[in-house]
């Protein structure tokens, strides 16, 4: 009995413990992981923060060496930066925090300008907006703007940088919305040649398009003034449902203009639920008015060290996935959390309520761990709105056939959105997958044939597949699901003839079609 709970001690304590530094893998590429031999020169007034060694991503699996990461504190760093790299026959990259998962914010021996400490922000009250420096995060734009205002559009969690975001045009819970290019009233985005232009739907609209979306390729974005909603107060609720009876529960809410902000949850339980059932999350807007300094400061997400074991006691699968989504489905209703009591509320018809910026005032802390041999991948799919119930099919025989680890299935709603790379040129359903999978040669080759088989369902229900992720795929699998990318890569080359800016995905495809 002493030794069995000493092993569950033992075992609670390995998979809750928090990382002390960042993970670290077998890199995909052990020749790009090598030390670059050249390291920043000396003589240099530029702010290295990194002189040669490597860089990584979320993914842990792309280790790359690179010449050396510049801290951008300055507007006045970039351009440095910029004519430091011409000057030298150097290539650049631009990083934020690094969550995309293909090496987009670095390549073999670039410079890498680490634009996180590059993070003022603005709140323009009298026009209900924000302007932020590139390098700030959404959690701090949050802290900023909050009780009175919250953010338009962003991703579900809030650890990305705003430049970010604008090169991958994230989209987020508000349905309505679309994605955070529909928040811009402008940018200022400096060019590989060290000028800068204001960029807007009606002010250099053809940079703009390829900017925003454009993986840092076009330009280092600066700053942009991004427009801001109300703090509206919701009513939350949730609904169990068959995933058959999804696209008609959707157009419900589409035409219903009290929801503000709306994901579903698709079950991983290996059972018979599994892709089958699913929890849609609904934020209602209420009739509710509370003092605005009766609202609550932002608070932190809670319970971390146990959420991040029951994430991680799951990737043992079969029951440990059950009691996961059991716990989502029958359990959480009962311990969620409202910062907005009745007796607080003016109007007191609800009975708990909660301000828009919290649902998406979470970091994920309980997402990082120091697991060995193992890291958890993102996949997104966007598929027409017609077709969401066969690709969740197909999706479901993927996985199983393929014995993936699927720790969690959500489905968002986007729109038509725009860019030279829109993933959406339709209304589209948004299938985002988070996979665990070993890091040696089996796992890294089960998730490249899963991806793979992926893509080529979403292409055969004419979706498409998100780019900020692992490079798996081949290059006509790229060009079957972005018809432009051909286009794409003429007009960088055009802009930038020298491809200063670059990065390992373009790397790897700008030459290869």
Not at 381 to 402: C, H, K, Q, W
Request: aromatic residues 8%; glycine residues 6%; contains cysteine.
């Amino acid at each position: 009995m002493v030794v069995l709970l000493a092993f569950t001690v033992q075992k609670f304590l390995y998979l809750s413990t928090p990382p002390g530094a960042d993970k670290e893998c077998d890199p995909l590429d052990h020749e790009s992981a090598e030390e670059s031999a050249r390291a920043a020169l000396p003589q240099s007034s530029l702010p290295w923060v990194q002189n040669g060694g490597t860089v990584n991503d979320a993914s842990c699996l792309d280790e790359t060496a690179v010449y050396g990461v510049v801290g951008i504190s300055s507007e006045a760093d970039v351009q440095k930066s910029l004519a430091y790299a011409r000057e030298h026959g150097l290539k650049v990259s631009v990083a934020g925090v690094k969550h995309s998962m293909g090496g987009h914010a670095f390549a073999k021996g670039n410079v890498v300008l680490d634009m996180t400490r590059f993070s003022d922000i603005r709140l323009h009250e009298d026009r209900s907006t924000v302007t932020v420096q590139s390098g700030a995060t959404w959690h701090d734009i949050q802290n900023v703007i909050h009780p009175k205002y919250a953010i338009h559009a962003m991703q579900s969690t809030d650890i990305f940088t705003v430049g970010g975001s604008i090169s991958v045009n994230a989209h987020g819970m508000d349905h309505q919305a679309g994605a955070v290019e529909n928040t811009i009233v402008s940018m200022r985005v400096m060019l590989a040649d060290g000028s800068v232009r204001t960029l807007s739907r009606t002010n250099n609209v053809d940079m703009y398009d390829l900017v925003v979306g454009g993986y840092g390729l076009f330009g280092v974005i600066l700053d942009a003034e991004l427009r801001l909603a109300p703090n509206d107060l919701y009513e939350s609720e949730r609904r169990v449902i068959e995933y058959t009876e999804f696209p008609d529960l959707f157009e419900e809410i589409e035409n219903d203009p009290g929801v503000g902000l709306t994901y579903t949850h698709l079950s991983t339980s290996p059972y018979s639920s599994f892709l089958r059932e699913g929890i849609v999350y609904l934020y209602k807007k209420t009739d509710t008015t509370v003092v605005e300094n009766e609202i609550p400061p932002l608070g932190e997400i809670s319970m971390v060290r146990l959420r991040r074991f029951v994430m991680n006691v799951s990737k043992y699968g079969g029951v440990f996935q059950s009691l996961r989504w059991l716990s989502e489905k029958y359990v959480e209703p009962m311990l969620e959390s409202c910062s907005i009591s009745r007796n607080q509320a003016i109007s007191s018809g609800e009975a708990c309520l909660v301000a828009r910026n919290e649902p998406m005032h979470d970091s994920v802390p309980y997402l990082q761990n120091s697991l060995k041999g193992e890291t958890d991948i993102l996949h997104e799919y966007f598929i027409p709105r017609r077709s969401i119930t066969a690709f969740i099919d197909g999706l479901r025989d993927v996985m199983r056939e393929n014995e993936a680890n699927l720790l969690n299935a959500s489905i968002r709603a986007v729109n038509r959105e725009r860019g030279v790379l829109s993933y959406a040129p339709e209304e589209a359903f948004s299938v985002v997958l988070y996979i665990n999978q070993s890091t040696d040669a089996d796992g890294n080759e089960n998730m490249r044939r899963v991806t793979s088989e992926l893509i080529d369902l979403a292409i055969d229900l004419d979706g498409r597949f998100f780019l900020p992720y692992q490079l798996h795929y081949t290059g006509e699998q790229l060009r079957a699901s972005y018809p432009n990318i051909e286009v794409f890569f003429a007009l960088k080359r055009a802009y930038d003839p020298g491809e200063l800016l670059t990065n390992t995905w373009y790397e790897k495809y700008g030459h290869m079609l």
